[in-house]
């Protein structure tokens, strides 16, 4: 176990090494930078050298790259070069809880509801509530969720005028983001819930429980659910990092101050530490979460074996 | 009065292509104490008919009987939820394969404590006591130990001692064993065998066992059904199938015997040809395509069951008087 973590570690270390690296110079083969001077204000030529110099521009790129990563080594993400005087260490500190915050609950949504709708859609296969459940999955892994987040503020916030359209001040506001972030996972669980609890039904085992005379409830939620659930938890590495690293779109949709808004704002900023830092974040949180899911594995299914 | 009589019990099972007559109208009984054998093909109905009788059927199938008993209780009358308070508790099933018939993800303990705790409902303890003592039954070592692992630390045999175990659990009338040496190398077989023989003594249980091995049924069975093509076509005691087989088909059966006593080399015979089509099963005697003896009749009319004494009937038209000479008589 302690064998396998290590080698897994080290192997997270050559991952994140070639995502800096990549995400460093791809980052600075865009055209313009920080203080291009094609914005309305002319700064001075000798301003503009000054800040190069603080922020380490005027370096060569190699120099650059070999700063920036001993300087990662010590935990620096360095400082925004368009927010004054904030460390990106400080904008996660702030920016992550609450995209945390927002991507648990949509986590929690959307298991608990893709996983029934699944279930039901399996129990009453090619019945008319399997083809309700099917119909609203395939709409929801069709539509692109900047297209769902506009069209439900459109109905729920300018026509109905029910719902707030920005910010995170009440519980009302997290309703719009909460679905838009979900909708998209509800779908794709309850269709992958569906598919292997079909295949689960049908095992010798499922014979066996209803000749012990279990109770169907308990043959549905005992037997089968528990092997029918692995698949899900494959997907549930990646759906948990996407989400609580913050959807990029919901969150500027609804203007939430989270990491995933300060990520898209940093692109089109040019705010290459802002860049840099949240990726190398986003990167060890796929990382650590696609860890815990192997060792899920091995708890759910006692065959499963985490090799040396 | 019997522990199961079924009168002219039917299963078809609804599919794309039509309805397949899985089972077309058997009748048959099981006393308290004996073990009845149901020999025949793959597809001869012989599951089926079990199962239909335990209500364990998918949804696509349709089961029909005038008279379905069970230990006194009408079972065409119960629904479902109270047939299911009968299973695992007065009916004990034993499926084939028990590499996929226990829940990989449950523990043993678990697996032979549910039905214990859903029938007699008691305390987990005692459950667990209980299972403890049916593991000793089945003679599996340790079991205090075994409880606590996962199908996948078992082999083959001990999973189907497993599997006996929970059926066994909590002392059924009658107890089902679909094939359940089939799986297992033959070793293990004759021990699965001798501890279900020694079980059947010991708890006056009835047996019903499915198998398409006649050795199986000379070894533990008091009586036999042959199937074929979803109806039987012969009934009777070890003795009168094995030396006084009436039906074509029970000859086949008789003949494919391997024989190791006789130290010459023989071919094994073989029955030619392959089962009826059940979606439109032949309007005569199903076994008439591959009978070597078939006659005229009995393509067009199905035979009737004869009945040769009080325990033997078999189905088939060469014992009508008209047809004596016809074919020479097999016996072992």
């Not at chain 2, 005692?126 to 039954?137: P, T």
């Amino acid at each position: 176990m302690v064998g396998y973590i290590v080698k897994r570690f080290f192997a997270s270390l050559l991952t994140m090494f070639v995502l800096i690296t990549i995400t460093f110079f791809l980052m600075h083969s865009i055209p313009g930078g920080p203080f291009s001077p094609a914005e309305e204000r002319k700064v001075p030529a000798s301003v503009l050298q000054k800040m190069e110099e603080k922020f380490g521009l005027h370096e060569p790129l190699h120099v650059q790259y070999v700063n920036y990563l001993k300087n990662l080594l010590q935990g620096d993400l360095g400082f925004s070069f368009k927010q004054l005087d904030v460390s990106v260490n400080e904008l996660i500190a702030q920016g992550f809880p609450i995209s945390a915050k927002v991507g648990l609950i949509a986590i929690g949504l959307a298991l608990l509801i893709g996983i029934l709708l699944g279930i039901v859609s399996a129990i009453k296969r090619g019945k008319w509530a399997d083809w309700t459940a099917m119909i609203f999955a395939t709409i929801g892994i069709s539509i692109p969720n900047f297209v769902l987040t506009v069209l439900l503020m459109f109905f729920f916030c300018v026509m109905f005028k029910l719902l707030p359209t920005y910010g995170l001040t009440s519980w009302k506001h997290y309703i719009l983001p909460v679905i838009g972030l979900s909708f998209g996972p509800i779908a794709y669980i309850a269709r992958l819930m569906r598919s292997s609890m079909l295949e689960v039904m049908r095992q010798d085992f499922i014979l066996t429980a209803r000749a012990k005379g279990v109770p169907e409830y308990r043959v549905i939620f005992k037997h089968a659910l528990k092997n029918a659930i692995i698949p899900i938890v494959t997907y549930l590495g990646p759906l948990v990092a996407a989400m609580l690293t913050g959807s990029f779109i919901v969150e500027r949709v609804f203007s939430i101050p989270g990491i995933g808004r300060d990520f898209v704002s940093g692109i089109g900023d040019r705010d290459y530490s802002v860049i840099l830092g949240l990726t190398v974040f986003f990167g060890v949180f796929i990382i650590v979460m696609n860890f815990i899911v192997d060792i899920l594995y091995a708890i759910i299914d006692k065959r499963v074996k985490i090799e040396e | 009065m019997h522990l199961l009589q079924v009168q002219n019990l039917r299963t078809t099972f609804r599919i794309d292509a039509g309805q397949v007559q899985a089972v077309r109208g058997i009748s048959f009984y099981v006393k308290k104490g004996e073990s009845l054998g149901i020999v025949g093909e793959s597809g001869s109905g012989k599951s089926v008919s079990m199962l239909s009788i335990m209500k364990l059927l998918p949804q696509n199938a349709e089961l029909q009987a005038d008279h379905v008993q069970f230990n006194g209780q009408d079972l065409n009358q119960i629904d479902q939820k109270e047939m299911r308070k009968m299973l695992g508790s007065e009916i004990g099933m034993i499926f084939q394969d028990p590499m996929s018939s226990l829940n990989p993800l449950l523990t043993i303990g678990d697996q032979i404590v549910e039905p214990i705790r859903i029938h007699q409902k008691i305390s987990k303890e005692a459950a667990r006591k209980k299972a403890i003592d049916i593991l000793r039954i089945v003679e599996i070592p340790s079991p205090e130990k075994r409880l606590k692992q996962y199908p996948h630390e078992f082999s083959g045999g001990m999973r189907q001692r497993v599997m006996i175990a929970i059926a066994i659990s909590c002392n059924p009338k009658l107890l089902i064993a679909d094939e359940p040496t089939t799986a297992l190398d033959v070793t293990i077989q004759a021990q699965i065998l001798d501890l279900m023989h020694d079980l059947k003594n010991k708890m006056q249980t009835s047996i019903v066992m499915i198998t398409h091995d006649l050795g199986v049924i000379a070894n533990m069975c008091n009586r036999v059904l042959v199937m074929y093509g979803g109806t039987i076509v012969e009934e009777g005691t070890i003795r009168e199938i094995f030396y006084q087989p009436k039906h074509p088909y029970t000859w086949g059966l008789i003949k494919s015997i391997p024989t190791v006593s006789t130290g010459k080399r023989e071919k094994l015979i073989p029955i030619p040809g392959s089962p009826p089509d059940l979606i439109a099963p032949p309007k005569g005697c199903p076994f008439t395509a591959r009978c070597e003896y078939a006659m005229k009749i009995c393509e067009k009319i199905p035979p009737q069951q004869i009945t040769l004494s009080e325990t033997h009937r078999a189905a088939c038209w060469l014992m009508h008087p008209k047809a004596s000479g016809v074919a020479k008589e097999v016996t072992v």
